[in-house]
């Protein structure tokens, strides 16, 4: 509820559109739009520029109609959560019915719209990825198993496979192993976020792994995920869509995302697991992969505007 | 802050409109400040839903025009009974 001299009651006081925009969690929509537009940028068939953009308008407006889908079913365990009680549903300032009705005309549009500037293929990958995060994962296996995010990061992961459908109307294996690192990247990525909001976590009653299986086997999880992402990663230059400059890249990043994951694994702690540090190596783990994954996919976009830099070979 | 809104039956009817007795006249009495802060946020609000409005207009324009251009050359698909290409 508002607070202030002027403050109203929900029903009179109502929403300002910035409550709109938080509904589509636009910091998650940023990274989809930013992958989307890498596996559309490196695709080998050029889309209209103006048709492009749209397609990313597209994909940011069904990433926002699936947050605020994720917003209004889970309202009651964000009002519960310090870290989420004050988005607009559990807040007061939008009405459940408003927030679901938004994101399923948001959803709707947002997959006709892809349709018409692109191909039927990409909107087809658009409103799967949007029923994958809605009701596969926040509505059946975010509050059931403690390996929810593993199988609900594929939807996080459809953003360049979307991107690329859209400039070729067609599935390769290039966008599938951006599907792979993305997949990869996401357990490392919440479960470092998990380490040190597990108390949130616990009083909502979502198993998220510290809160099943404790900070010493997520600890465990998270560097065996960043080995496999960091094996991943070198897959492009493997494959022969990518060359030296985003090889080199891929190692760098993937050396520092593994010193962080080291550190979280070798974080002090009690007998229980417990972070004696407050989770500090933690919180640098869950900065540093978001600013992982934007280095790695603009290394990529990169590497294919500069040609894999194969001017520089004899 | 507790407010006061009344719901009351309408005590009477103009003439020559039929009654209804289901209407119900609905009364907030809301002090100035928050008059004033309710209609700040119909202004913003409708203002945002003009901007959605423009938007949606300009962004069909856009597709259209674009989607006209990416058509490929005419002479290699304007035969009789031929269509455009898609992706």
Redesign the interface.
Known sequence: MHGG?????PD??????RD?LLLLKPRVVLLVVYTSAVGLVIAPEPI?P??GA?AL?AIALGAGASGALNMWYDRDIDAVMRRTAGRPVPAGRIAPADAAAFGLALAVFSVV?IG????WLAAAILAFSIFFYVVVYTMGLKRRTAQNIVIGGAAGAFPPVIGWAAAT?SIDLAPLVLFLIVFLWTPPHFWSLALFAHADYARAGVPMLPVVAGARATRRQIAVYTVLLLASSLAPVALGFAGLLYGAAALVLGALFLRHAWAVLNDAQDETGRSLSGDRPARAAFRFSITYLFALFGALALDHALGGMAWLMP | ?A?A?SERQHQATPRGEAHDPQAVEIV?H?TR??S???AR??R??NR?LGLVLVGLVA?FF??S???L??VGDPQKWSRPGAIAP??
């Open positions: 001299a002027g403050a109203l009651t009179l006081a109502g929403s300002e559109p709109w209209h103006v048709l749209i308008l719209l018409l500037a692109a191909n109307g | 802050m407010h809104v907030a809301l400040a928050q004033e802060d309710l946020r119909r913003v609000r945002a962004l856009a597709l025009v674009s989607r251009a990416d898609s992706r």
